[in-house]
């Protein structure tokens, strides 16, 4: 089992949409959790992190944890063509290290 | 949000020769940063993360020798690749994390293309 995994994609949602972006985890003591986007040939953006169950919103991204689940996930309301990209989920561990997920390509149509 | 450079931000090299690349963090102190490669269509690859002040700490299977780091302030990272060979073409990045903000989390310089011939 991986410790961070993404369905690879790619995610086709047409403008306007709500585009939902999933990931699992392996360490149930991970703490921090965070979303990176990364559009093709750049390095990865942070977009959102989120360390207490519930929701965070910012803008029209909203991250959610679920610690029990071990599942971590981020909606982009209003989808925008320039939100095509690929996705990282990444958790933090011992040594303040990140461990990236695959990512998942997201396309938004117009 | 915080701001790190990384530079140069293409580098064309021949087979033999070192090259370094030089990660800034620009309006935080970073006593921690971290170099990645990235080959294409796959994720990040974490190389080593690099402590200001001390030795860098590396992943298993890259090579210390080959690969040296320096983190000589709070404020910059270097990575040299010695002896450079094609299988080293690849995008490096560096992240630095913002000890001082509210959780730590990591911001990434813009890369580095690196192609040997």
């Known amino acids: 089992q991986k410790e961070v995994e993404q369905n690879s994609g790619p995610l086709s949602v047409p403008e306007g949409a709500i585009a939902s972006l999933n990931c699992t985890y392996s360490?149930?003591?991970?703490?921090?959790f965070f979303w990176y986007r990364q559009y093709s040939g750049k390095s990865p953006e942070l977009i959102m992190f989120?360390?207490?169950?519930g929701d965070k919103e910012d803008g029209r991204f909203t991250a959610q944890l679920n610690k029990a689940s071990q599942y971590v996930s981020l909606l982009i309301r209003d989808s925008q063509p320039s939100d095509s990209a690929t996705y990282l989920c990444?958790?933090?561990?011992?040594?303040?290290?990140?461990?990236f997920g695959a990512g998942t390509i997201l396309r938004v149509k117009s | 949000g915080a701001v790190v450079s990384q530079h140069p931000s293409r580098v064309i090299c021949k087979s033999g020769t070192s090259v370094k690349i030089e990660c800034r963090s620009l309006d935080f102190q970073a006593t921690t940063m971290f170099w990645y490669r990235q080959f294409p269509k796959k994720s990040l690859m974490l190389m080593a993360t690099s402590n200001e002040g001390s030795k860098a700490t590396y992943e298993q299977g890259v090579e210390k020798d080959k690969f040296l780091i320096n983190h000589a302030s709070l404020t910059l990272s270097t990575l040299t690749v010695t002896s450079a060979h094609p299988e080293d073409s690849s995008f490096y990045i560096c992240s630095a994390r913002a000890t001082r903000k509210s959780k730590g989390e990591q911001y990434f310089g813009p890369g580095t293309r690196l192609t040997v011939t």
């Open positions: 989120i360390y207490s169950n």
């Open positions: 990444a958790v933090e561990r011992i040594g303040n290290k990140l461990v």
């Open positions: 360490d149930r003591g991970s703490q921090s």
